[in-house]
């Protein structure tokens, strides 16, 4: 069955353009690539264009991939990463934000006061020079490794601690200076 086969023999196969052994990685890499390009966008419709962009990539690239330089997963994410950041360079957001209607309860104001914070985050991360919102997007969000995020940026660990510390202290000082 195809689902015993390992990525690396899927990916050769594809390059070959057995779309069957594309369309098994596809199932078991979609929802992981839809919730990286959600990290880098924060809109669920923007983050499933880019998933589906990126397998389109990846399909008709695949004869370019590599397996002495990264795993099939890390080939993916990165396509999924630089499709995101792609749709973020060609459309910016506006800052504005919908004004929503606040339930005077208690429990609604905590609820609302997490969404302001967590909306002034994703202002705050968007800021953030490219690499090192992908850092943070990796290692925080994802949950990736040190390492395995380094790999997947193409930096070492060291630079990778290093975009990890200066876009902490950016968020840190976009947080302090609007109020969070």
Do not use: C
Request: charged share 25%.
């Amino acid at each position: 069955m195809a689902d015993d086969i390992p990525d690396e023999q899927l990916m050769a196969r594809t390059a070959t353009g057995d779309r069957a052994a594309f369309d098994v990685l596809a199932g078991r890499y979609l929802l992981r690539l839809r919730r990286a390009a959600l990290r880098v966008l924060g809109e669920p419709a923007a983050a499933e264009d880019v998933a589906q962009d990126a397998l389109l990539r990846a399909w008709t690239r695949a004869a370019s991939y590599d397996p002495r330089q990264a795993s099939v997963s890390t080939w993916l994410h990165r396509i999924t990463v630089n499709a995101a950041i792609d749709r973020l360079r060609a459309i910016r957001p506006s800052g504005a934000m919908p004004e929503e209607l606040a339930d005077p309860a208690p429990a609604a104001e905590a609820a609302l006061m997490m969404q302001e914070r967590n909306g002034l985050l994703a202002k705050a991360i968007a800021t953030l020079p490219d690499r090192q919102r992908e850092a943070i997007a990796l290692t925080y969000e994802q949950g990736w490794s040190g390492q395995d995020a380094a790999r997947a940026l193409s930096v070492s660990t060291r630079a990778l601690e290093g975009l990890l510390h200066r876009g902490r202290k950016v968020l840190r000082a976009y947080l302090e200076a609007h109020g969070a």
